[in-house]
């Protein structure tokens, strides 16, 4: 029986694209569970774990609630998480209100300048901040005492914090209010402006509400980031102690992992909420167009163009003056005594840099990632979107493909530690190589390409497949001639979010790197550690300029293929 | 049925699939990891296990300088360094306890080569040359369980730009540190993470006597402006003047100076607090005859020079070496009386009793 079943398996086109779509399917699967699920799975039963790996129950998080230094972290992390995200939200909705309702000149420029700080590993943020507002800052000090004034902020703490947070979820912000802004129906407006609706007015009832579940949607997305950022508290923190600082002193100063694992739980809490409003909002957000609509229409207004263009070149001269202000300290012999020039911040073998050794283990493991990334989720989602085997497992892929979201690096980072450095893993051997760091990555950014190429896929009609079912075409053909190629630009653009991140990530690499495989995200961490400041500042401009140079070269060698497949996509249009 | 079987067929394949994966990520992180060791070069691969784990909280700037002589005498063997903070090594090291992935310490505080020894995770041995070394430097068992290569002690470094700025004088003393007019400027290494932070406050516990210790700490904390992770940090700090005073050790702060920054280097009138940077064998299944033998290299004359041209006090006298630029005429005179013993068997009580009482300094700004 087993033989026929074989051979029918086999015979039949459509019997071997089952075979193969349906062996696909279980391996996707099982790719998930093992980078996303039993990670995940280990921190929880870690978390009921005392030091020795003794069951203690809810031991560690009755512990870790009645001790006021721990309560005063979650107080901390709660208040910096609110006050950035608000602060971010409204900065980003400015700004992307400008580009998206006005005239004004430069979009381009605020356009570009606005992404800047997504290049950037967290920590840079805070190193440019001391740079400027530190006590030896170039505007506590009034540019070195050349100018006449002085101003002191106290940065080390709360406020170092929240401003390094609000660069940092700022881009975010933008890119979702930009989306949401670029949406609107004109009738609307009309309407209110028939019924004598002033300015304020029509921004309060039409806008506002209109742009309601992207608003929302931003606030949680930038208060998820905050809560578990670990470069800026790290670098600006001082002694103002937030829960992702405190797991890296439980799990590097102590290698307390119970206690770490306990934490890291307590992390995960805000972040699942803002996924299912997340999620919640998803479905809800479809349905504010309709085929009524009219697109918006720019209408003239003097005052209003030049106070926005002010507002966009403030907040774009922010970002710059603090890249700037990075980029000058790196060249800087001895800040603030001896501004001459200096190339020796960028020799790291004498400090925790060591060498440029972690700068080339970064670029590999972000290239890795990049590439098997970005051919992981499309294949993913291709089976998620395009196959009809096995329905519940579909689903149960898609749920697990969109889990990451909810994951703070320093979980994944922790619950690969549990899950992989155990002797009886068989792949265990995987730990301490390049391959956990390129894995983990993937599971921390998967979320986010795995929804860039669903959307794409789903803009292909599904009339593609049944066709070359029907003309007896294996589906892997029609995969590879018509489906990739029509997501070229998608696909791209999954590699270079790969790229990026695994460059400037930190959170969960910092606890799987082996000795010889430091990364320069890592390194940036170290050095800031050990006090060598300038040195974290040259490797956080070579991230940053790798980064944009990756980032052009894409631009540039995508420019043909992007127009290509636009006037493909927009031929009946 | 049929479609079960075929289901079942299918998990068979992608079971054997997996396990096909494992294999190949197996055999690639394998490869992975010889790559890494291209320093080495191919004889390494050959050879197999001629490799060593280095534990380390040598500071960053000398290991490269230390190792050359390793190197050049040894090139065959490869070193994986993992160097950190003292308090961050040495609990690395009790996590890995029943697993040691260390196949040796080197230049670690020796109130943490004590925490292990009580723990019993060193392997006794006697490296070549250990009769030289100064009896209080080193294990007083034989075979020894460690030996020490250097001693570091407390030291200030003051940025005298700033202070002038203020109009203050350069602290002498720990007595000083606690003037309120130092409030907010100074910085000093969290003891948790820092060995110069841990043995500070152990030299001010041998000083004043523990109650009174915890006293002038909590005054002390009035004028700290922030802990930090390392030892080297506050010497840096004090170096760009963004903290002017930094709690530091002799080495750091002269080595700041050098660079240009314009820092003073005290060392407390009171006295300072010192640890031996000492070295010991990881007891474990397989000792390596490489481990041992980088043991013998470490006190061995080429390091020990290079040692001392960092440190005044190094662990076996050679009267002809100098005392490096920097340091006070007798760097001997200048220690306290010091028990490394008792310093050791305290030390987690200690440090809880520390994180307790400042660890979260800032949190009550109300």
């Known amino acids: 029986m087993k033989t026929t079943q074989g051979a029918h398996l086999f015979t039949t086109g459509a019997g071997r694209d089952r075979f193969i779509q349906r062996t696909a399917i279980f391996v996707m699967i099982a790719g998930l569970l093992i980078a996303v699920l039993a990670p995940l799975m280990s921190l929880f039963s870690r978390a009921f774990t005392d030091r020795g790996g003794q069951y203690i129950g809810l031991g560690n ?176 923190g001082g002694q103002y102690n937030v829960l992702a ?51 918006y229409r720019t209408g003239r207004n003097r005052l209003r163009d030049t106070l926005l263009f002010t507002y966009c070149l403030i907040i774009s001269g922010a970002i710059l003056v603090l890249t700037a202000t990075v980029f000058a300290a790196a060249f800087i012999k001895t800040w603030p005594y001896n501004l001459t020039f200096t190339l020796d911040h960028f020799d790291f073998s004498k400090v925790a840099g060591e060498g440029m050794k972690p700068f080339w283990t970064s670029l590999k493991v972000a290239a890795w990632t990049a590439v098997i990334g970005t051919a992981g989720t499309f294949m993913g989602a291709y089976l998620i979107e395009k196959t009809r085997h096995f329905r519940l497992l579909r689903q149960a892929g898609y749920f697990l493909s969109i889990l990451p979201l909810a994951l703070p690096g320093m979980v994944i980072g922790l619950g690969y530690i549990f899950f992989f450095n155990n002797r009886d893993n068989p792949l265990h051997a995987i730990y301490g190589t390049i391959w956990i760091l390129v894995l983990a990555n993937m599971a921390h950014f998967y979320s986010v390409s795995f929804i860039t190429a669903t959307t794409a896929l789903k803009k292909l009609d ?31 653009e999954m590699t270079m979010y790969y790229f990026i991140n695994s460059m400037v990530t930190v959170s969960a690499v910092m606890f799987l790197y082996a000795a010889d495989l430091k990364l320069a995200s890592v390194s940036i961490v170290n050095m800031d550690d050990a006090g060598d400041v300038a040195p974290a500042a040259a490797m956080s401009m070579l991230i940053v300029i790798t980064n944009i140079g990756v980032r052009m070269i894409y631009e540039l060698a995508t420019r043909g293929v992007r127009k290509k497949s636009a006037a493909w996509q927009n031929r009946e249009g | 049925m049929k479609k079960w079987t075929g289901l079942l067929a299918t998990m068979l394949m992608l079971v054997s699939f997996l396990a096909a994966c494992g294999q190949g990520t197996k055999s690639e992180g394998a490869n992975q990891l010889k790559d890494q060791s291209a320093g080495a070069g ?31 005498t040894y090139p065959d063997v490869k070193v994986n360094v993992v160097r950190d903070s003292t308090g961050v090594i040495t609990a690395k090291l009790l996590a890995e306890k029943d697993n040691p992935v260390a196949d040796v310490v080197w230049g670690t505080a020796a109130t943490s080569l004590l925490v292990l020894d009580q723990n019993g995770m060193l392997e006794p041995y006697s490296p070549a040359g250990v009769e030289k070394v100064t009896p209080e430097f080193k294990d007083s068992q034989n075979p020894t369980h460690w030996v020490g290569i250097d001693a570091w002690e407390t030291a200030f470094a003051v940025n005298t730009v700033e202070l002038k700025k203020k109009g203050l004088a350069i602290p002498q003393s720990y007595a000083d540190l606690i003037k309120p007019e130092y409030k907010g400027l100074i910085v000093m290494p969290n003891p948790a993470s820092s060995g110069t932070g841990f043995l500070t406050v152990s030299g001010l516990q041998q000083l004043l006597g523990e109650e009174e210790a915890w006293k002038y700490m909590d005054k002390l904390n ?108 007798d760097p001997v005179s200048q220690l306290i009386k010091n028990d490394l013993n008792q310093t050791a068997k305290n030390r987690d009580a200690t440090l809880a009793e520390w994180t307790k009482r400042y660890d979260s300094k800032s949190e009550p700004k109300q």
């Open chain 2, 222 to 329: 009035e004028n700290i402006a922030t802990y930090t992770h390392s030892g080297s940090k506050p010497a840096k700090l004090a170096g760009t003047g963004e903290y002017p005073i930094g709690i530091s050790f002799g080495y750091r702060s002269i080595q700041e100076k050098k660079k240009g920054a314009p820092v003073e280097v005290v060392f407390p009138k009171e006295g300072s607090g010192w640890d031996v940077e000492a070295n010991a064998l990881i007891k474990k299944a397989d000792i390596k005859p490489e481990a041992k033998q980088f043991l013998d290299w470490a006190i061995s004359a080429e390091p020990m020079k290079k040692y001392n041209e960092n440190y005044a006090i190094i662990s076996i006298k050679d009267d002809a070496a100098g005392i490096p630029e920097g340091y006070s005429k």
């Open chain 1, 61 to 236: 998080f009755a512990k870790y609630f009645t001790t006021s230094a721990s309560m005063q972290s979650f107080q901390n992390t709660m208040f910096i998480s609110v006050a950035s995200s608000v602060i971010s939200v409204a900065l980003a909705l400015g700004f992307a209100f400008t580009l998206t309702r006005t005239a004004v000149r430069g979009k381009r420029f605020f356009k570009s300048v606005a992404l800047l700080p997504l290049f950037a590993p967290t920590m840079m943020h805070g190193i440019g901040l001391t740079y400027l507002f530190g006590h030896q800052g170039i505007i506590t000090t009034g540019f070195f005492g050349a100018l006449p004034w002085e101003w002191k902020i106290d940065l080390y703490g709360p406020v170092g914090i929240i401003l390094s947070e609000v660069i940092y979820t700022f881009p975010q912000a933008y890119l979702i209010l930009l989306v949401a802004l670029s949406f609107a129906d004109y009738n609307l407006y009309e309407a209110a402006e028939t019924m004598g609706a002033g300015k304020l007015r029509k921004f309060l009832t039409v806008t506002v509400p209109n742009i309601k579940y992207g608003l929302i949607s931003s606030l949680f997305v930038c208060f998820t980031l905050s809560f578990t950022d670990f470069g800026a508290p790290k670098v600006v």
């Open chain 2, 42 to 72: 191919k004889e390494a691969a050959v050879s197999g296990s001629k490799e060593i784990t280095v534990y380390t909280a040598l500071e960053d700037d000398q290991i490269e300088s230390y190792l050359e002589s390793y190197k050049s």
């Open chain 1, 462 to 492: 599904r009339e593609f497949e049944m066709a070359s079912e029907s003309m007896g075409v294996p589906f892997y053909k029609t995969f590879a001639r018509i489906t990739v190629p029509i997501c070229l630009p998608a696909i791209l």
């Open chain 1, 245 to 295: 600082t405190d797991i890296y002193k439980q799990v590097i100063g102590q290698q307390n992992m119970g206690m770490g694992a306990t934490v890291g739980i307590i992390l995960i809490i805000p972040a699942i909420l803002a996924f299912i409003v997340d999620r919640i909002l998803e479905g809800k957000m479809n349905s504010a167009i309709t085929a009524k609509s009219a697109p």
